[in-house]
């Protein structure tokens, strides 16, 4: 190892790639980044050349979060449309009845 390696303290750690490029992630960096096995990864490559490893949520992780606070199983979909198109009907007459 040269000088500028023993020197570096990040953590590193030597693993095999297969002939079909697999490799497997050490444990230790797999709890690290919060990684299930199975899963998924992403490698990102940034703009000065550094590759990062990142955790790919599962779908049934991402349900709801995009969600917005109106939204509940409780109403349909169709009903949340037709409360908020009478919500903005009755902004724009509001507005109307203002400006005259």
Do not use: W, Y
């Not at 050490?26 to 550094?50: Q, S, Y």
């Not at 992780?61 to 009907?89: C, H, P, V």
């Amino acid at each position: 190892m040269s000088d500028s390696e023993q020197s570096d303290n990040s953590e590193k750690e030597v693993v095999a790639v297969t002939k079909h490029g697999q490799a497997t992630i050490p444990k230790r960096f797999r709890e690290k980044l919060g990684i299930d096995a199975p899963g998924k990864v992403l490698f990102r490559e940034t703009e000065d050349g550094t590759v990062i490893v990142e955790d790919v949520r599962s779908p049934s992780e991402m349900r709801g979060f995009a969600a917005r606070s109106e939204a509940s199983t409780e109403k349909s979909a169709t009903e949340i449309l037709r409360e908020k198109r009478e919500r903005d009907r009755n902004e724009r007459d509001a507005a109307f009845q203002s400006e005259e």
